[in-house]
């Protein structure tokens, strides 16, 4: 394949064929992607996890001792088990003007499109560069470009900007919410269900615990109010509970998890110290009068940040201009972008493909989004040669 250029679809196709659910190795994939940059003459530097099993990649086109605009996409997906697709989920299948595969949409377009500009580029100057950033993990937490992210200004020079790929529909998007997951466990004492006043009862804490972050819920509809986003506010929800061995036994223990969807404008800290204050105060005085040994634990167990883009950066109006396009727009879903602005990184999230198209069955990418994602890379190109 020395010096072979593909197109963005035969790009696809290579990538697809990796199956990279996040539970699994992308190496595969990092190892294709590291190939084909260096048959163009592109060096790669890997941030590999400790047993080698996963690696986020970054590359640079252009000069290597300045900031440039950074490309960034991960290289994992969902799964498919469970879902009824009507042709093999890891092979490209191209039907009616769509491009069918796991990852097609969601977001192995905007990895393929990156790709296929790598040779229209590389043989030009440039005086801005490109970094490409392909992690891994973002579908579990956004977990696997955070040692990436940490290498900036290290052993990676950090971009001045970066272009999240995410599927936007090629819309410009200044703002996401940011999901922010919690596990309690609520310790209590077993009894035998006749003698329910020698127990402490730890469903029964952990509904009183849900009643309060039912009231908060309600709360947040008017407190983090957002037109921008649908539904527009912040969200509140009670997502899994485990609890109980028998009906006849006072249950010993309860689990259960919850999610908060922030807006930009909402500290989630402010949401778990009063859930905690409401479980010092009104719900262990109770429990430990009876079992000095009860418990609740409340653990933050991801936290992915909400994005409100740097108004006075200049990526805004740049990918405005790129995209041929007046407005920008909040979504409700999640990317990277957040993690890059927390590090000093100015972002903006827009990439080909229909969110509606992601983590489904039969997932899909029309073929005339990834063309447009090629269009709006070249005219990147083009800036990035005389700016």
Known sequence: ???????????????????????????????????????????????????????????????????????????????????????????????????????????????????????????????????????????????????????????????????????????????????VRWQVDVKGRPAHSSMAHLGVNAITTAGTLIGELSRIEQELKSTHANERFEPG????????????????????????????????????????????????DTCLPEMKSVAPESEIRIERVNDVPAFAADQTSDIIPLVLKLAEQNDTFAVSYATEAGLFQEVGVASVVCGPGDIAQAHTANEWLAEDQLAACDRFLERLAVWARSN
Request: charged fraction near 20%; proline fraction near 5%; aromatic fraction near 6%.
């Open 233 to 280: 506010y912040a969200t509140l929800q009670v997502t899994e509970i485990q609890g109980g061995n028998a009906s006849n036994i006072v249950p010993e223990a309860c689990s259960f998890g919850f999610d908060v969807r922030a807006t930009p404008e909402l500290d989630p800290d402010e949401i778990e110290a009063r859930l905690r204050a409401f479980a010092e």
């Open 1 to 179: 394949m020395s010096g072979e250029v593909l197109s963005s679809q035969d790009l696809l196709a290579r990538l697809v064929g990796f199956d990279t659910t996040s539970h699994k190795s992308n190496m595969s994939l990092i190892a294709f992607v590291e190939d084909y940059l260096t048959r163009h003459g592109v060096s790669s530097t890997l941030v590999q996890t400790n047993d080698g099993a996963k690696a986020s990649l970054f590359a640079t086109l252009g000069p290597s001792d300045t900031s440039g605009i950074a490309l960034s996409g991960h290289t994992d997906v969902v799964p498919v088990k469970g879902q009824d697709w009507a042709s093999d989920p890891f092979t490209l299948c191209k039907a009616e003007g769509r491009l069918y595969g796991r990852g097609a949409c969601d977001m192995k377009g905007f990895l393929a499109s990156v790709l296929a500009l790598v040779p229209k580029v590389t043989t030009k100057s440039l005086t801005t560069p490109l970094h490409i950033v392909f992690s891994y993990d973002e579908e579990t937490g956004c977990t696997g470009v955070r040692p990436m992210l940490a290498e900036f200004g290290h052993q990676l020079i950090r971009p001045r900007g970066a272009i999240i790929g995410e599927p936007t529909s090629m819309r410009v998007v200044d703002a996401h919410k940011g999901p």
